[in-house]
């Protein structure tokens, strides 16, 4: 059974939300067979997290910008089950080097086994997603390419921090389009050019979906922040705990107000438990909360002004809905 959208878009259009809801199932039934193997323990590990969930948020957004071409044509569906493969093996690598315990509510695959099945399960799911790749033309294995060295490079350069006179925001942002809006912006491109949509339109929508992508993210700075345990699904101050310096942190830190000087100091590394609830309530109060959320707001921006030079259709109701979604959930 296919899974839902990241979030319940209202899909006012009947014929679109069943194409959607007909597109995902078809997804993963193809997922779960492009992760299978003949070696059972390559299949466990594989499957180990399509079995455990997920939105199949970035399926649904290639299946909604094929729509302003063909969504039927036959390398769409392919064309999303290579982005999902491509996020689940990501996830893989993130969990060994974050040394996460948990994902999507179940052990991760390092934890469940080791690093080293969880590093090779995700590389074994990389190949899968170059297979399907290989027929759908050098063209998209070319962007494929791009968008995995983007990630990559955007993996590095959190790890290893802004370099020596360069502004630690211009360095973050840059991470998160990497990181996270490059992969978001190729499912779009790949839909409208699977789908056969006209070059302009492609670009529009690629360049949507990164802002987008960008935004999801810094909600999730402020969401760690401002949001209880119920509403995030993880136990605010999370970020502040492990030292990682989200975009109202950043703000902080460049501030030379008196009145930040506490917490400055509570902020200059991983936030000890002891001090984590007076370091959230200092956070919630500061200016850089809202500073912050207008830097996502300006990506929404950007999302919504590419998103109206499209074609009025259904698909860009939805995208726009998504656009409100994303600016509505960091309040």
């Not at 001090?275 to 200092?282: C, P, Y």
Request: aromatic share 4%; charged share 25%.
């Amino acid at each position: 059974m296919a899974a839902p959208p990241v979030v319940d878009l209202p899909f006012i259009d009947e014929g679109l939300a069943a194409d959607i809801a007909s597109g995902l199932d078809a997804v993963e039934k193809l997922l779960r067979t492009s992760a299978d193997s003949e070696d059972a323990f390559v299949a466990e590990a594989s499957k180990h997290l399509i079995e455990a969930g997920g939105k199949r948020f970035r399926a649904m957004i290639v299946l909604l910008a094929s729509h302003f071409g063909d969504p039927s044509a036959p390398g769409v569906v392919p064309g999303a089950v290579v982005i999902e493969l491509t996020h689940l093996a990501t996830l893989y690598h993130d969990d060994v080097m974050d040394e996460a315990p948990v994902r999507r509510g179940t052990p991760s695959a390092n934890a469940r086994w080791d690093n080293t099945v969880a590093i090779l399960t995700g590389d074994y799911l990389f190949a899968q997603a170059s297979e399907i790749l290989a027929d759908l033309g050098p063209e998209l294995v070319r962007i494929q390419a791009r968008t995995f060295s983007r990630l990559v490079k955007g993996q590095i350069r959190e790890t290893i921090g802004p370099r020596p006179g360069v502004d630690a925001v211009t360095h973050y942002i840059e991470v998160l389009a990497d990181k996270t809006g490059s992969l978001i912006a190729t499912s779009g491109r790949f839909g409208a050019m699977l789908a056969g949509a006209p070059a302009e339109i492609v670009d529009r929508i690629t360049s949507a979906c990164e802002a987008i992508g960008v935004a999801w993210q810094l909600g999730d700075d402020l969401l760690d922040v401002a949001s209880s345990a119920g509403e995030s699904g993880k136990t605010p101050g999370t970020d502040l705990r492990e030292g990682i310096r989200t975009l109202p942190v950043l703000y902080v830190l460049e501030s030379t107000a008196p009145e930040d000087a506490r917490l400055r100091e509570l902020l200059a590394g991983p936030v000890a438990e002891d001090d984590i609830e007076e370091a959230v309530e200092l956070l919630r109060a500061n200016p850089a909360m809202e500073r912050a959320h207008a830097e996502l707001m300006s990506w929404v921006d950007r999302a919504r002004a590419d998103l109206m030079a499209l074609p009025d259709i259904p698909a860009r109701q939805a995208l726009l809905a998504l656009c409100d979604y994303v600016a509505d959930r960091s309040g």
